[in-house]
């Protein structure tokens, strides 16, 4: 083996681990979060609707799942992986359902009502754990900031709404990368590589899962569609007719009036961001950069999570890489900038809206040595050279 083949091992080798330690890390970190993080606002919502979706998970019932209109602003498709969970727990029924009502936000947690809270949560776990996994084919440096961030943390190791949909859009990412990449030899083009198409897949699934998802990645992935399918309208509406395919196939709330219930929904997420509840919040339009820079989880739970030194590393370290991921991941520093530019505009500034953009700022940081070791070998070039003309 020639001294490059060997350093190629090498790397990879490196590379393999960083990624493992960071799965390791995030897991370890996730695990704690599932076990001793209190009811939160969103799981009170998201747990009794995943019940009403589990009662009709029974023989001669599964016909009525597509009549549940509990949490009608978002897709089922997580509250039915969480109803599926808790079916799969239960012998043969779910746990017993907790008393909503003597549930409190930020109290410990009842005995009584861990069994469920724990299903949906190691649920999620599972979803976030593997999105570690998938930045670390991208990243490895990038899943382990990742791993230890702790709104991600947070928000994927509770009953939310955030792990499943991101699983799905980092592995749409994944996809397109691998089916506009160019190799050596003959090339084949996108539209005939079915990484193109299952990058389609996992962006409807992503949309089934929570509507932003769907916009910000739609955004994201639009433009290298349109670029590299040469033109090509049917590619471009073919790409566009499985994603819409997907999350209709998914979203059994929509079958029986897709229009008008997609309508509905949506338009209540326009009416709830200008609403009262939010007006009141006060949240101000750079809210997201704010929790981006300032580890609030830690504040809110104390003795949960391992650090917030992501804090001020990652938006450091994510400008400074930008550059050369803009070069080497495009895909991923349009999914940051989009992102990033979604979150200020949109009008609901909740915290977990950041699981929107944390992978990609995650993955840009990630090539913040390369920018730095380009940066300074820019910079003894110019001085070698300014050295030279003084000399001559």
Same mark, same amino acid.
């Given at each position: ?8 091992? !090498?790397?990879? *080798? +490196? /590379? =393999?681990? $960083? &990624? @493992?330690?960071?799965? #390791? ?103 976030? !754990?593997?999105? *570690? +996994? /998938? =930045?670390? $084919? &991208? @990243?490895?440096?990038? #899943? ?103 999350? !209709? ?7 029986? &009036? ?135």
């Amino acid at each position: 083996m020639g001294e490059l083949a060997r350093s190629r091992v !090498v790397r990879r *080798l +490196a /590379a =393999v681990a $960083v &990624a @493992a330690v960071a799965v #390791a890390v995030g897991g370890w970190q996730r695990a704690r979060a599932v076990e001793r993080l209190p009811p939160d606002y969103d799981e009170l919502i998201y747990l009794p609707a995943a019940y009403r979706y589990a009662e009709r998970m029974a023989p001669g019932r599964w016909s009525e799942i597509p009549q549940v209109k509990e949490n009608p602003e978002h897709p089922p498709l997580v509250k039915l992986a969480f109803a599926a969970a808790l079916r799969s727990s239960g012998d043969p029924a779910p746990p017993p359902e907790p008393d909503w009502d003597k549930l409190k936000v930020g109290k410990p947690l009842p005995d009584a009502a861990r069994p469920p809270f724990l299903v949906a949560r190691w649920t999620s776990w599972t979803a976030g !754990v593997l999105q *570690l +996994a /998938a =930045v670390g $084919v &991208a @990243a490895p440096l990038g #899943a382990l900031l990742l791993a230890v961030e702790p709104y991600h943390a947070k928000y994927t190791s509770q009953a939310y709404l955030e792990a499943i949909p991101g699983l799905f859009a980092l592995l749409a990412v994944l996809a397109l990368e691998r089916g506009i990449e160019r190799r050596a030899g003959p090339q084949r083009p996108p539209w005939r590589k079915p990484a193109f198409w299952l990058s389609a897949v996992a962006l409807g699934l992503a949309t089934a899962g929570k509507y932003p998802y769907g916009l910000v990645l739609g955004l994201t992935l639009g433009p290298f569609v349109v670029a590299h399918a040469r033109g090509r309208a049917l590619v471009w509406a073919g790409y566009a007719a499985a994603v819409v395919a997907v999350f !209709v196939l998914a979203d059994p709330f929509l079958w029986p &009036a897709p229009v008008q219930r997609l309508m509905d929904s949506v338009g209540f997420h326009w009416t709830y961001s200008h609403g009262e509840h939010v007006r009141k919040t006060g949240l101000p339009w750079y809210a997201s950069l704010h929790f981006l820079t300032h580890a609030e989880p830690l504040r809110w739970h104390r003795d949960v999570f391992f650090t917030g030194a992501t804090a001020w590393l990652l938006p450091a370290l994510a400008l400074i890489g930008a550059p050369v991921a803009a070069r080497r991941r495009p895909v991923w520093a349009s999914w940051a900038l989009t992102g990033m530019c979604f979150l200020f505009v949109w009008p609901t500034k909740w915290p977990q809206y950041l699981l929107l953009v944390l992978p990609a700022l995650c993955t840009c940081a990630a090539h913040a040595p390369a920018s730095v070791m380009q940066l300074s070998g820019w910079a003894r070039d110019r001085l070698r050279r300014a050295r030279d003309a003084a000399a001559g």
